[in-house]
Each structure stands twice: as C-alpha cells, then as structure tokens.
C-alpha cells in the first residue's frame, strides 16, 4: 500500500543534543509537510516542500530545519532541542499544493528531550 | 486568517448512541473544511471533507458532517458509535487561495463507553 512512513516512532535526545527525524513516502506526492504537535494540542505547521522550494512557516524557530533530497524523502533537523521542543513530529503529503487536496499523514515521531 | 473552535474538549457517550462534535470557523474568505480523525499514538486520518456542492459530507466509518455557511460550523455526527470510535477528532480549515496550510481546531476527545 502507499503510504507515508516515518522513522524512528519514538526518538530520545538529550538538551542541546542534534536530532534528525525522517519521513518517506510512497505516493509520489509533489508535496510534503511537517507539522509539531505538542500535548493535548493541534498540529501546527512548520514548513513545506513543494518539490525543492522550501517554504516556512513565519513563527517556526530556526533551531528547525528541513531538508528534502528527493522526491520520496523529507528529514526534520532540529539544531539544539530544547524541552519545549518535545512533542509528537507528523509528515503529510499531497499531491499538489491546491487547498482543496488531501494531505496524508504518516504515523508521527514522538520526540522526548531529556 | 482563518480560525477553527471546538466547542467541546472532551465528549463522552455511550455505545451505539449518537454523537455530534462541534466545529466552527472564522474566515475572511472561503474555505474548504475537513475532519480528521487520531487514534493513540497514531497519524491524522482523513474523515470527510467539505470543498463544494451538497452541504451534507459523507465521511468513512459512518461519519457525516453538515457544512453550514450562514452560521460557520461544520459539526461532524454519527448516528451510532461504537468503542473503536474512541479517539481525537480535529476540525480543519484551509482558505481558496495560497497554499495548502491546515489550520487546525484543538481537537475533541470522543470517549465511548460501554
């Protein structure tokens, strides 16, 4: 089936310590997405790739970076993790970047900094 | 900007009951509207969507949602759940124009019990 899969599920780093987390997808979407979402709270959204024209979000810090060096591939840097950077990590994909596609998810990395 | 607000944080019933989660936004434009649902630990999955047309949306797993303009909801209902029902439930919106950023409601928990 396609889909999009993200490894590792659970990630464990400590304060100040780089941490990369990664997505791939099967769909052969042009798009891809990274979104943070803190506990009990919604996603929010990073930044996007649209192709290889990044695009982030205003009020993303620069401790995160993303990198995508093909098409079926998007990695998550964070630089310097803080604790309030703890959270669960989501990729999605879509298609196009229409506001009317369908992003799909993949099952999230949950981020713990110790 | 866009806007979404769950009313309710938290919704208990009962099995094989029905359920309304209640979703409203605030937008400047028009929108395209989407549920997504989250089970523990897991990715956002896609219930239904809103982009055009008939204002009832039927979604998977039983689930409809009734797009209301001149109020600016998008309650989503299923007539009878069932414990695999139980799970996090978001309301999204995206704007016609731009890009495709989700902007997410805080979630309701949907809890169903025996």
């Known amino acids: 089936d396609a889909m999009v899969i993200q490894n590792p599920r659970y990630q464990v780093t400590q304060f100040g310590k780089p941490v990369t987390l990664s997505c791939s997808q099967t769909l052969n979407h042009n798009v891809m997405y990274w979104y943070q979402q803190k506990s009990s709270q919604a996603p929010k959204l990073l930044f996007h790739y649209y192709d290889k024209d990044f695009n982030n979000e205003a009020d993303t810090p620069d401790n995160f970076q993303s990198r995508r060096p093909n098409t079926s591939f998007c990695f998550l840097d964070i630089r310097s993790p803080g604790l309030g950077d703890a959270a669960m990590y989501l990729c999605?994909?879509?298609?196009?970047?229409?506001?009317?596609?369908?992003?799909?998810f993949g099952p999230g990395t949950r981020l713990l900094v110790l | 900007a866009q806007s979404v607000t769950q009313l309710d944080s938290q919704v208990p019933v009962f099995e094989e009951a029905p359920v309304e989660l209640r979703c409203n936004y605030s937008s400047s434009v028009s929108v395209y509207l989407f549920w997504y649902v989250q089970y523990p630990n897991q990715g956002l999955q896609l219930l239904l969507k809103y982009l055009s047309g008939s204002t009832l949306v039927k979604g998977i797993n039983g689930f409809e949602a009734e797009f209301n303009k001149s109020q600016t909801s998008f309650h989503l209902r299923k007539p009878s759940v069932h414990i695999s029902d139980t799970a996090e439930y978001f309301c999204?919106?995206?704007?016609?124009?731009?890009?495709?950023?989700?902007?997410f409601g805080a979630g309701t928990r949907l809890a169903v019990h025996p």
């Open positions: 999605a994909t879509s298609r196009g970047q229409g506001t009317s596609e369908t992003q799909y």
């Open positions: 999204a919106v995206t704007g016609t124009g731009g890009y495709n950023k989700l902007i």
